[in-house]
């Protein structure tokens, strides 16, 4: 069984990605508190994040310490939950994270650094137009930048439309029953400055045999943690099920999908989420990260980063793993 990455601290919601020729990885921070378990993620009580890197697989992992706190950023309240990270056109360093703000919803804010591992600098307010949870960016080839993101029942997508220009406190946590179609995660594409969304929030399709993922299919339909990568010309978007605790992946052609549904990548881990990210074609093999709870013995809300190689078969899919 693959062993956390580091064990002085509880990390969760790995983001990883090669900037060269190292692997940095994004996690978000976990931390002991009195909190009872409930579906808002009130039990997550995240107040910063650390930024840990590697150079070899298997080898040594550096913690380079805290990259920005809660108290850095003027509008976040609390609840500093998965970030993740990318490089820009310019060369810098852009960190987007979600947290609440002090009315309570969720937004996504973007802070900016020089180098990979920060420290960084947070723009004084969130993006415009953002909301939800666990962004995840994607520079395609032509580096053209895109920002996905959502998660049901706490992360609050289910309180707003497609485009997210209206907001229902009252919702239900999620649409259910015969024939209902799953809310889908949201994508935008990112200003060349990376600070802001270029265009009008867009909701993804994934699909299966060409027909709309239903809601009430909770093996398959999207609940939280996007993330995006490329292999062999084809877009995979992955994701986990939430309360099945699977982490699922889609194909499609474009960036903005529709996204046909191909399985699953990972069985489920010891505690109740599932996040992760992929690296694709690091020194020619494929990684998965990801966390489990086996470091504090099951307690949810502590959390430990892990890696693994994966690989595909002959058809371009994953090949699913046990934990």
Known sequence: ????????????????HV???????????????????????????????HVLSLSEVGGEVTDHGVAISAKDVPWVDKQMWAPDCARGKDGRYYLYFPARARDGIFRIGVAVADRPEGPFKPEPEAMKGSFSIDP?????????????????????LQCYNSDGTEYNHDAPEEPSGKGV???????????????EFDEGVRELVITLHGEAVQAD???????EAAWMHKHAGKYY????????????????????GPFEYAGTILEPVLGW???????????????????????SKGVDHLRSVKMREIKYDEDGKIIKQKP
């Open 273 to 295: 989420t599932t996040h992760h990210s992929i690296v694709e074609d690091f020194k020619g093999k494929t990684y998965l990260f990801y966390h489990d709870c086996e470091l």
């Open 1 to 16: 069984m693959p062993k956390p990455l580091v064990t002085h601290l509880y990390t969760a919601d790995p983001s990883a």
């Open 217 to 223: 299919d909770h093996e398959k339909r999207f609940f």
């Open 136 to 156: 995840a960016t994607f520079v395609d080839d032509d580096g053209t930048a895109y920002c996905y993101f959502g998660g049901l029942w706490g992360g609050q």
């Open 237 to 256: 978007f992955s994701y986990s099920t939430g309360d099945t605790h699977l982490l699922a992946y889609a194909i499609g052609d474009s960036p903005y």
């Open 19 to 49: 900037f060269d020729g190292k692997i940095y990885i994004y996690p978000s921070h976990d931390r002991e508190n009195d909190h009872v378990f409930n579906d808002k993620g009130d039990q997550y009580d995240m107040v910063d994040y």
């Open 181 to 195: 179609k799953a809310l889908g995660p949201r994508v935008a594409r990112l200003r060349d400055d990376m600070l």
